[in-house]
């Protein structure tokens, strides 16, 4: 195919699969070469933004419309994470030539109903051909109130940490789609699969955070790793009590409930999950916050003085990381 005929390619696929995604009228139904977008009286627009690669961060025969989904959603967990409200997103695709028409249906179909879902709306993107492997770079753009985004810093000695939902199960699931552990029935199976595929970004409870939490951010990197970034920035320790940390039913028969699984669990990342401090006056607000949004809130541990995260163990005495890529212990 020449370039001219590549480029017109992407033109109808555009107004075919993309412009119907493009609800806002700042978007001009992407008949434009940008968007233009304002936040409510009194609030800013947060930014944030992540890729996922083929052979990385999915594979090619995963369902398309999960990987649309997960793409958005990552972001949308981010944005969470902050307390922010979504509003839309910008898409990147790079695409090879595996990439084909109905690819492409059921991956905007993915979009489509995660728009629903979140009532986020597509503003824009770009869209290029790769010998290389497929790339979908999404870009979320919400709205926060002036000044009150939560940040990694700000968590005091004597603040309580909590985390929503339950962690580990992102990981589970990579672990039965690699086929590395099968010791799972079938609903838990799913389960995990559908934490890891399609994860549920706390938007509400992240609403709800705002003005709340002294710090706080989604937990993608594992819970250990991302509460590292608030002590770090906070300038804090975090003690962890190993023995709070929720974990599923499905994680916890998969990797059993020794202190090593539950550091596994505790390590493994995709969970976007929130992890978060508040001060310890504040834990019956936080309290109806999460039943109000439907979300468990487990508290997990205390922020001290010092630095560093320690997992703490039934008796008190730190745990320590058996694995690399750790460096708070
Ligand atoms: P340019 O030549 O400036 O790169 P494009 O042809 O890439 O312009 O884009 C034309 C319009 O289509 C713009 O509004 C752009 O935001 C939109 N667009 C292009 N690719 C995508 C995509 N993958 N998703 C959503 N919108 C897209
Ligand atoms: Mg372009």
New binding site residues.
């Given amino acids: 195919m020449n370039d001219r005929v590549q480029r017109s390619g992407e033109?109808e696929m555009?107004a075919r699969y993309?412009a119907p995604l493009a609800k806002h009228p700042g978007a001009f139904g992407?008949?434009?070469?940008?968007?233009v977008f304002r936040p409510r009286a009194g609030r800013e627009i947060i930014l944030t933004t992540d890729a996922i690669i083929e052979g990385v961060h999915f594979m090619q025969d995963d369902p398309p419309d999960t990987i649309a989904r997960k793409a958005l959603r990552v972001n949308l967990s981010d944005l969470a994470g902050k307390g922010a409200e979504p509003a839309g997103y910008l898409?990147?695709?790079v695409l090879p030539a595996w990439v084909n028409d109905s690819w492409i249906s059921a991956f905007s179909q993915g979009l489509s109903d995660d728009q629903a879902e979140f009532g986020v709306t597509?503003f824009?993107?770009?869209?290029d051909r790769t010998p290389g492997p497929l790339v979908i770079s999404i870009t979320a753009v919400g709205e926060i109130e002036q000044g009150m985004m939560v940040r990694r810093e700000g968590a005091r000695a004597g603040d309580l940490v909590f985390v929503s939902g339950t962690v580990g199960d992102g990981g589970a699931g990579l672990e039965i789609l690699k086929g590395e552990n099968a010791k799972l029935d079938l609903s838990q199976r799913e389960f995990v699969i559908s934490r890891y595929r399609t994860p549920e970004p706390r938007v509400a409870l992240g609403r709800k955070l705002v003005g709340l939490a002294s710090a706080g951010l989604d937990v993608s990197d594992g819970l250990i790793a991302d509460l590292g970034h608030i002590a770090e920035w906070s300038r804090v320790r975090i003690a962890v009590m190993a023995s709070e940390i929720p974990i599923s039913d499905a994680c916890r028969a998969l990797w059993g409930g020794s202190s090593q699984a539950i550091m596994r669990a505790a390590t493994a990342g995709d969970d976007y999950e929130l992890a978060f401090a508040i001060p310890p006056v504040r834990r019956a607000e936080l309290e109806s916050a999460a039943s109000e949004t439907g979300v468990g809130v487990t508290e997990i541990g205390r922020v001290e003085a010092g630095e560093g995260v320690v997992l703490l163990g039934p008796t008190g005495a730190p745990i320590l990381l058996g694995r690399g890529g750790f460096t708070h212990f």
């Fill in positions: 033109f555009i993309f992407l008949k434009d070469d940008a968007a898409l990147s695709l597509l824009g993107g770009d869209t």
